[in-house]
């Protein structure tokens, strides 16, 4: 839970620094878990989808700086994250750096993330 209050709350944009492999997984889990619960209650009791756009776009752009973050931990760009857009093939090559260990110690990108 503290990883993704801090994904939600002080590194909401914040686009520098390292992210881990614990903390971007476990926000993405929280994302479409979160997202997919609450679209469904929306739909069911409610009717609405105007809460449902909002807590999307916040947690949409976390999800973003974390992803952003974590290219950073395996010391790539985070204009990386554009691979996601190329069809099939850019969602492996995505997916695959996603999942590559962190470097040891700093890089070019700053110190390892130190939220546990």
């Known amino acids: 839970m503290k990883l993704i209050r801090a994904c939600l709350t002080t590194n909401l944009l914040n686009f520098k620094g390292r992210a881990s492999r614990k903390e971007y997984w476990l926000l993405v889990l929280a994302f479409y878990v979160l997202i997919l619960f609450i679209a469904s209650f929306h739909?069911?009791?409610?009717?609405?989808?105007i809460a449902l756009s909002i807590l999307f776009l916040l947690t949409f752009t976390a999800l973003i700086s974390t992803t952003v973050r974590r290219?950073?931990?395996?010391?790539?760009?985070?204009?990386?994250?554009?691979?996601?857009?190329?069809?099939?093939?850019g969602e492996i090559i995505f997916l695959i750096l996603m999942c590559k260990k962190g470097t040891q110690g700093p890089n070019k990108y700053g110190f390892p993330s130190t939220i546990q």
């Open 71 to 89: 290219l950073h931990d395996i010391n790539k760009s985070g204009w990386l994250f554009l691979l996601r857009f190329i069809p099939f093939i």
């Open 43 to 49: 739909e069911a009791f409610l009717g609405t989808r």
